[in-house]
């Protein structure tokens, strides 16, 4: 079989590209806000009230935990489902994982409320801190119901298909945000109390956005059923099932709410009077990184667990190196713009002391340093959790966000002070790196006797898989079904040869006829079993649905009779907003 073509990709990419800034903003509406309230609150009340929004930041991290891990093993399941053709499932689980969070949301709310007085002195012991703490936890907390709608509701919108509906939902939220920011707490004069209500007003602007429009898409394919319809056991298996796909993910944000914690008790025992505000300082900008690392994390991981799911591994591993190249540069562009202009940074933060913008700008270059371990470990974790390896994502979360930094910190900073805590973030991030690149090679080398696997997946086997992509042109389609009929022929018998050539070329000659004004790509990949040959084909054009005859289309034959004849079964579906047709046929091997 030939190499494939420089068209393989095409698709994959295409589809990396229209989910990327939609991932981008969700990422934003998370970290841009923080960032901006940090930016905001030093401009207007002066950087020793910033550290109110950094002590509070264990707490949003708790909830956190929550919507991440409802959103993204809920939106996860949700998208096998459908690439599976279980539409019904899907909608089950994304009913079931909405209610849920909702609940969630509500109860960490109230109980947020009630038990303020026990829960500030937690987040803050020094008590000429408390204060502020108080007073932005007081609202903040309140937005907790908002956050998890919106951040949950937005993963399935975006898996769903409707990647542009999320980026203005989330664009419009950031931006109120911004403005609400100006006016409440510089025209109002209502300080941190305006900062965080600023926050919740923009959450609920961008729920308003993203369910209006997502009731409205013609592309849903999810719909709000009862979760408990068929019964709670059920129920429970979805609620089992989301969160075991979406935990070891999510982890991250109790791994760093107790992180957190940690150091700031330590910053507070061990550093000196500015140093709260210049670790402050640090966290809130990395805030920035994180939006690029994110997204393209983000992005990757359910292109890869759909790709992944259909036996395409090596469109698995092509986007896996390409975001890998995405992910380490953009940690070495902002390292570089942190290290050499770390002015920039801190005249949004209106640091303009002398001794104290020295002080700060030598910790923001120093933690630079750990950038490229956080990229790459971030990555590898929902690369690991879309591949279907969560307790390896798991360990791999609670070792580079708990274990490594908390233990190190420990250790050092009774000794060095700050210097020891900026060692144990910097050396958290090189270790994971090496431990998570150790994994891999040992993995390569025991899998070797078996079949190579390279990035966990199987290398690509000739025997049993053979992808290809092709345009939707009906010509070029019968010359390329044409050359791997000798292909197939060799690994099974002449009439399976036939009867999948005759099903791959009616299937796709009927895409092709539905988008005769496109030049687009259909992306196909057959994989072989002891009694079937199963044929998946993606595209991004107009749905070919072969189970439906559309008689608008004029056909020299029917297509789609045709391939109800020969194929024992067919199903089409929308997964990730592409066409995604499977067709199993009958085989008779050698």
């Keep these: 079989m030939k190499k494939m073509n420089n068209i393989n990709y095409q698709l994959i990419k295409r589809k990396y590209k229209e989910f990327f800034f939609p991932v981008l903003f969700i990422a934003m509406s998370k970290y841009l806000t923080s960032f901006v309230d940090s930016v905001l609150v030093s401009s207007f009340l002066g950087v020793e009230r910033m550290p ?44 079931a994982a909405m209610t849920v969070i909702v609940m969630i949301g509500v109860l960490a709310a109230l109980a947020g409320t009630a038990l303020k007085s026990s829960i500030v002195p937690l987040l803050c012991r020094d008590i000429s801190l408390q204060k502020d703490v108080e007073t932005y936890y007081s609202v903040l907390v309140l937005g907790f119901p908002f956050m998890c709608l919106l951040i949950c509701l937005s993963y399935f919108v975006r898996t769903d298909g409707s990647p542009k509906l999320t980026t203005a939902a989330m664009l419009i939220s950031n931006a109120v945000n911004l403005c609400m ?93 500015v140093d709260p505000q210049a670790f402050s300082i640090c966290r809130s900008s990395v805030n920035l990184c994180y939006i690029l690392f994110l997204g393209i994390a983000q992005t990757l991981s359910p292109i890869a667990g759909v790709y992944a799911h259909s036996g395409d591994h090596g469109r698995v591993r092509f986007m896996l190196k390409r975001s890998i190249l995405y992910v380490l540069s953009a940690s070495i562009i902002m390292g570089l713009l942190f290290a050499l202009f770390p002015q920039l940074i801190l005249i949004l933060y209106g640091v303009d002391e002398p001794q104290s913008a020295a002080y700060f700008s030598s910790c923001l270059r120093v933690y630079t340093l750990a950038f490229p371990g956080l990229a790459f470990t971030l990555l590898m974790n929902y690369y690991f959790q879309a591949v279907g390896r969560q307790k390896l994502s798991t360990f791999m979360t609670a070792l580079e966000g708990l274990l490594l930094p908390v233990s190190l910190a420990c250790l050092l900073a009774p000794h060095f002070g700050m210097a020891g805590i900026w060692t144990a973030l910097i050396a958290s991030e090189a270790l994971t790196v090496i431990f998570i690149l150790g994994f891999l090679l040992l993995d390569m080398q025991k899998s070797k006797a078996s079949g190579r696997r390279i990035f966990l997946l199987p290398e690509k086997d000739d025997r049993k898989l053979c992808g290809f992509s092709v345009r939707m042109d009906i010509s070029e389609i019968v010359q390329k079904t044409r050359d791997i009929s000798q292909y197939i022929e060799d690994r099974t018998d002449h009439r399976t040869a036939m009867i999948t050539c005759l099903a791959l070329e009616e299937m796709l ?73 499977v067709i199993r046929l009958n085989i008779s091997t050698k």
């Design 52 to 95: 109110a929004i950094n002590f509070c930041f264990p707490a949003v991290c708790f909830i956190s935990l929550f919507h991440g891990m409802f959103g993204i093993g809920g939106s996860l399941t949700a998208a096998n489902a459908c690439a599976d053709h279980d539409k019904s499932k899907g909608s089950r689980v994304f009913s």
């Design 181 to 273: 920011d100006c006016v409440l707490m510089k025209g109002f004069g209502m300080g941190l109390e305006g900062a965080a209500a600023a926050t919740v007003i923009g959450y609920i602007c961008g729920i308003i956005i993203m369910l209006t429009g997502y009731i409205r898409s013609p592309k849903r394919q999810l719909r709000f059923v009862s979760p408990f319809s068929n019964g709670a056991r059920v129920f429970l298996g979805d609620i089992r099932s989301i969160c075991f796909k979406g935990f070891s993910t999510a982890s991250v944000w109790l791994y760093l709410m107790i992180s957190l914690q940690v150091m700031n008790s330590l910053i507070l025992t061990y550093g000196g009077p």
């Design 509 to 581: 000659t009927g895409i092709a006829l539905v988008n005769n004004d496109t030049d687009d790509v259909i992306d196909v990949m057959l994989r072989q079993t002891d009694t079937d040959i199963i044929i998946s084909i993606k595209d991004m054009g107009a749905g070919f649905d072969p189970l439906v005859r559309d008689e608008s289309l004029e056909y020299e034959f029917d297509n789609a009779k045709m391939l109800q004849s020969i194929a024992e079964e067919i199903r089409y579906d929308l997964s990730l907003g592409m066409n995604d047709t």
